[in-house]
């Protein structure tokens, strides 16, 4: 046991561990701060790695990339940390296929997809369904929604299976369920899926590369950054790599954070890895019923992403965005791709194996999965697609202490039942909710929707027995 005594100790050096230190140190530079991390680099689910370009070596995000205008809190970190953004390339045709690897590839322009008037017909009334449900979530307490136990009782499934006519619609949906969560609709709570959704501004805003969108811009040198250039500001001597952590214990005085070589005293700590993870501590005390049940029951998505550098970007020269969307009953093992060209104009395009493809293709060898890759990409863009410089992925259920991308999901019942104690305290401990570091279509903002639930609120309204002035400053 290490003799020195923390303020508090983050586990998880992350976008949530590393804001949530950066933020404890603005209101109070003399607090003691020790962040671990189970691996050998900081970022999460968020990681900029250099791969072959045109121009000799250039830097792509294989984690979580986008941002969007109305992710408030994830702006203002860019702008303070020096950081820029750019926009989300979507400048022409976009490629659409479902049905089946017969059916016809269609192109279109818009934000729909060019769809039958009687598919198009389903799509608005549906959405206009979900929407006005939407309206009605309480995002900060999902139990306080009208009708939640019936809402929470069903899968996003279910309720696709009541409310859409056509089996074009379901499989639309199916698609944006794996790009968003890299889930099948049967995996979640329509609850949670509604929470979610609200959150975003709507159903579309999470799908979208649109002003206010989620994939609205990405940030110039990779997201990466953000983690990094947190990690100046709160030191980097207060970061230990590859401190994994294995037990938390607590008592009236202290709480205790074990790794694999050493315990570290300290008055307070904040578990800010995904709940599948922090389910694998051993705390003493043993946590609450209600949170051991949570945290053990939130699986986490399935992604596999790939980048694929080019030469030139032959999509823009034919009229092409570089967005196409697949179904699973097409035989393309991605269900998304976009254009990744970067600052520096090397050309790239980014894809997307989620849900049921990745489980499917996570298992084939990478020559098998990169040559049915080419293959879809050929179809839909034309042979110049197979004439490339490098092809890069990431399984991210591969990764250590990651398990999966891009966000844990609730089942049926949990966020009536058990959700409060997601942000209950359980005495010196408590839990960050994730941010969503989305690697593919989604929400990415360390500090949540609502700062009056986030870990540092309580620390600063916590008057622990040892917690005082004379021993590094309140928190506040």
């Given at each position: 046991m290490t003799a020195e005594i923390w303020d508090v100790i983050i586990v998880g050096a992350g976008l949530s561990g590393l804001s949530a230190a950066h933020l404890l140190k603005k209101r109070n530079a003399k607090l003691r701060?020790?962040?671990?991390?189970?691996?050998?680099?900081?970022?999460?689910?968020?990681?900029?790695?250099?791969?072959?370009?045109?121009?000799?070596?250039?830097?792509?995000?294989?984690?979580?990339?986008?941002?969007?205008?109305?992710?408030?809190?994830?702006?203002?970190?860019?702008?303070?940390?020096?950081?820029?953004?750019?926009?989300?390339?979507?400048?022409?045709?976009?490629?659409?296929?479902?049905?089946?690897?017969?059916?016809?590839?269609?192109?279109?322009?818009?934000?729909?997809?060019?769809?039958s008037?009687?598919?198009?017909?389903?799509?608005?009334?549906?959405?206009?369904?979900?929407?006005?449900?939407?309206?009605?979530?309480?995002?900060?307490?999902?139990?306080?929604?009208?009708?939640?136990?019936?809402?929470?009782?069903?899968?996003?499934?279910?309720?696709?299976?009541?409310?859409?006519?056509?089996?074009?619609?379901?499989?639309?949906?199916?698609?944006?369920?794996?790009?968003?969560?890299?889930?099948?609709?049967?995996?979640?709570?329509?609850?949670?899926?509604?929470?979610?959704?609200?959150?975003?501004?709507?159903?579309?805003?999470?799908?979208?590369?649109?002003?206010?969108?989620?994939?609205?811009?990405?940030?110039?040198?990779?997201t990466q950054q953000l983690s990094e250039r947190l990690a100046d500001r709160v030191g980097w001597k207060n970061v230990r790599l590859g401190s994994a952590v294995t037990a938390i214990w607590q008592d009236a005085e202290w709480a205790g954070v074990t790794t694999a070589t050493d315990t570290f005293l300290c008055r307070a700590v904040i578990v800010t890895c995904p709940p599948h993870l922090a389910a694998k501590i051993h705390y003493q005390p043993v946590l609450p019923s209600q949170r051991e049940f949570l945290t053990q029951n939130m699986p986490v998505g399935h992604m596999i992403k790939f980048i694929i550098t080019y030469q030139k970007a032959f999509w823009k020269e034919k009229d092409f965005s570089g967005e196409i969307v697949a179904g699973t009953t097409t035989g393309c093992p991605f269900c998304v791709t976009f254009d990744a060209t970067s600052p520096k104009g090397n050309a790239a395009l980014v894809g997307f194996i989620a849900g049921q493809q990745a489980s499917y293709w996570g298992s084939k060898e990478t020559s098998e999965r990169r040559e049915a890759v080419f293959s879809s990409l050929v179809k839909y863009l034309g042979p110049e697609a197979a004439t490339f410089i490098h092809y890069e992925e990431k399984d991210w259920a591969k990764e250590d202490y990651a398990g999966g991308c891009p966000v844990n999901v609730m089942a049926p019942g949990l966020l009536t039942y058990y959700h409060p104690s997601l942000r209950k305290p359980c005495g010196r401990c408590t839990k960050l909710n994730k941010c969503k570091p989305e690697m593919g279509r989604g929400i990415q903002d360390p500090l949540g929707r609502h700062r009056d639930s986030h870990p540092v609120v309580w620390i600063h309204e916590w008057r622990g027995p040892s917690w005082s002035a004379s021993s590094s400053g309140s928190a506040g």
């Amino acid at each position: 046991m290490t003799a020195e005594i923390w303020d508090v100790i983050i586990v998880g050096a992350g976008l949530s561990g590393l804001s949530a230190a950066h933020l404890l140190k603005k209101r109070n530079a003399k607090l003691r701060i020790l962040i671990l991390e189970g691996k050998d680099r900081v970022g999460g689910r968020t990681v900029s790695t250099e791969i072959p370009a045109a121009n000799g070596v250039d830097q792509w995000d294989f984690g979580g990339q986008w941002v969007g205008s109305t992710q408030t809190h994830v702006m203002e970190l860019i702008k303070e940390l020096g950081l820029e953004v750019f926009p989300q390339f979507s400048t022409g045709k976009k490629v659409h296929h479902m049905g089946g690897p017969a059916s016809k590839v269609r192109t279109y322009r818009t934000s729909i997809p060019a769809l039958s008037p009687v598919v198009l017909m389903d799509l608005t009334q549906l959405l206009w369904k979900i929407n006005r449900l939407c309206a009605t979530v309480c995002v900060q307490d999902p139990s306080k929604t009208p009708n939640a136990g019936e809402l929470d009782s069903m899968t996003l499934h279910t309720y696709i299976e009541q409310h859409a006519w056509t089996a074009e619609l379901k499989e639309e949906l199916g698609l944006c369920s794996r790009s968003v969560f890299g889930m099948e609709p049967s995996q979640m709570s329509f609850l949670f899926f509604l929470m979610y959704a609200a959150a975003a501004g709507g159903v579309l805003q999470l799908l979208e590369t649109t002003t206010g969108s989620a994939q609205e811009f990405k940030i110039k040198g990779g997201t990466q950054q953000l983690s990094e250039r947190l990690a100046d500001r709160v030191g980097w001597k207060n970061v230990r790599l590859g401190s994994a952590v294995t037990a938390i214990w607590q008592d009236a005085e202290w709480a205790g954070v074990t790794t694999a070589t050493d315990t570290f005293l300290c008055r307070a700590v904040i578990v800010t890895c995904p709940p599948h993870l922090a389910a694998k501590i051993h705390y003493q005390p043993v946590l609450p019923s209600q949170r051991e049940f949570l945290t053990q029951n939130m699986p986490v998505g399935h992604m596999i992403k790939f980048i694929i550098t080019y030469q030139k970007a032959f999509w823009k020269e034919k009229d092409f965005s570089g967005e196409i969307v697949a179904g699973t009953t097409t035989g393309c093992p991605f269900c998304v791709t976009f254009d990744a060209t970067s600052p520096k104009g090397n050309a790239a395009l980014v894809g997307f194996i989620a849900g049921q493809q990745a489980s499917y293709w996570g298992s084939k060898e990478t020559s098998e999965r990169r040559e049915a890759v080419f293959s879809s990409l050929v179809k839909y863009l034309g042979p110049e697609a197979a004439t490339f410089i490098h092809y890069e992925e990431k399984d991210w259920a591969k990764e250590d202490y990651a398990g999966g991308c891009p966000v844990n999901v609730m089942a049926p019942g949990l966020l009536t039942y058990y959700h409060p104690s997601l942000r209950k305290p359980c005495g010196r401990c408590t839990k960050l909710n994730k941010c969503k570091p989305e690697m593919g279509r989604g929400i990415q903002d360390p500090l949540g929707r609502h700062r009056d639930s986030h870990p540092v609120v309580w620390i600063h309204e916590w008057r622990g027995p040892s917690w005082s002035a004379s021993s590094s400053g309140s928190a506040g």
